[in-house]
């Protein structure tokens, strides 16, 4: 008689992010990463994000750049499609809009421990200046638009209930996302 082992679990990863295999970023990785400004004030990206399995959002991360900033950030995850259009639509959860401090690190946002279970959802960041500096990747506009990236402008005070994006020509991919363990 032999033994043969059950399936192993397959499990979230603890950072989950536009980068991990979760969402569709992974051809960015031919990117370095590297600090820069974000874009423009007051807009919102949103990424592309598929969770196989259920997880738990303990917290919003993002990866801060070589500046120290006077502005705010908003990390937020949204369902998909069901505003009718292709994209995101209304907000899961979003954290609070919070100043990016500290120069080289990674932030977190603590925000109520959210279950969320497998499905299509969109990653979403928002930047209320251009003096916040983050690390993200800056792939070609080809690869952009095959990662089917968003974003949303003019929006004041942070993400909104309901996204009404528009199709991102401008590539930029910062490192965010959210948390399944609660601490690092």
């Known amino acids: ?66 500046t120290a900033s006077t502005d705010n950030i908003q990390v937020g995850i949204y369902n998909d499609n069901d505003s009718g259009s292709d994209g995101p639509g209304t907000a899961f959860l979003r954290g609070t809009s919070t100043t990016a401090t500290g120069a080289n690190i990674c932030q977190f946002d603590n925000v109520t ?15 209320g200046g251009t003096t916040t500096t983050l690390f993200r990747a800056n792939p070609s506009a080809t690869l952009n638009r095959m990662t089917n990236g968003y974003l949303q402008s003019g929006i004041a005070g942070g993400l909104p209930a309901t996204a009404t994006p528009a199709q991102n020509t401008t590539p930029y991919w910062p490192v965010f996302g959210f948390t399944t363990i609660s601490t690092p």
């Open 113 to 127: 421990d959210t279950p969320i279970y497998p499905g299509r959802y969109w990653l979403a960041i928002w930047g």
């Open 1 to 66: 008689m032999t033994y043969e082992p059950g399936p192993r679990p397959y499990a979230a990863a603890p950072f989950v992010n536009a980068y991990s295999y979760h969402g569709a970023g992974l051809a960015n990785l031919l990117s370095t990463s590297a600090s820069a400004t974000f874009p423009a004030a007051s807009r919102a990206y949103y990424y592309p994000l598929v969770l196989p399995m259920a997880c738990t959002i303990y917290r919003f991360f993002w990866l801060n750049g070589a």
